[in-house]
């Protein structure tokens, strides 16, 4: 599969734990969209990298919340002291960039986060 | 702020039957609009955008400025049309493409 490719696909942790989940784009694509997704909601933007630079954080990310892309290929999220508020699946996009609505999103399958 | 609402969670039609998923935005801006699928147990996927005034698997969306909507349409739905419908708004002045979702509408189409 030369998709989007999200690691881990699931997990449960305990409330105080931090967790990273990865991302892996598809190859030679600049653009890595991070978004959450909780249950019944449609997804809603976390953050966005240009090659390594992230151009964008939403202002409903807490400082609990922290991503990278290192090289411009992988990217990882990071939550410190999880709540139980943080249960929701988080979905990672990678895209080859583009004008407007020239770009195209390639979504993976996420990573079900669940906070006892 | 930008805002995306899908009035019905569910959808149910039989086969052969028009179906309309219902959107509404409110953005200040010029905006761009999308149509978004989940198929069961498959990846979010894009299904057609508004700039491209293009037909996907049979469904067509046209972007009403007037009554801020982007309804999503198709004349005789198909059982493998079953699936979870998401609209999303790109703001113009986007660098990137930081889309705003609705909230989805699930579209059961009976045999």
């Known amino acids: 599969d030369t998709g989007v490719s999200q690691d881990p696909r699931h997990k449960i942790t305990k409330r105080g734990q931090n967790v990273t989940f990865r991302c892996d784009p598809i190859?030679?694509?600049?653009?890595l969209y991070w978004y959450r997704q909780t249950l019944g909601q449609g997804p809603e933007f976390l953050t966005y990298f240009q090659n390594e630079a992230q151009l964008e954080k939403s202002r409903l990310l807490s400082d609990r919340f922290s991503a990278e892309r290192p090289k411009g290929s992988f990217s990882t999220l990071e939550i410190q002291r999880t709540e139980q508020g943080d249960s929701a699946m988080y979905l990672c996009?990678?895209?080859?960039?583009?004008?407007?609505?020239?770009?195209?999103?390639?979504f993976g399958s996420g990573t079900q986060l669940s906070v006892l | 702020a930008q805002r995306v609402t899908q009035p019905e969670k569910l959808l149910s039609v039989f086969k052969g039957a028009p179906v309309e998923l219902k959107c509404n935005y409110s953005?200040?801006?010029?905006?761009?609009l999308f149509w978004y699928v989940q198929y069961s147990r498959q990846r979010l996927q894009l299904l057609l955008r508004h700039i491209s005034r293009e037909s996907i698997k049979g469904f067509t969306a046209d972007l009403n400025k007037g009554e801020t909507s982007f309804h999503l349409k198709k004349p005789f739905a198909q059982e493998e049309d079953s699936a979870m419908y998401y609209c999303a708004l790109r703001s113009f002045n986007n660098a990137g493409n930081m889309l705003t979702f609705g909230g989805g509408t699930r579209l059961m189409v009976k045999p």
């Open positions: 953005y200040s801006g010029s905006p761009e």
């Open positions: 996009a990678s895209s080859s960039g583009g004008q407007g609505t020239n770009e195209k999103l390639f």
């Open positions: 190859s030679e694509h600049n653009r």
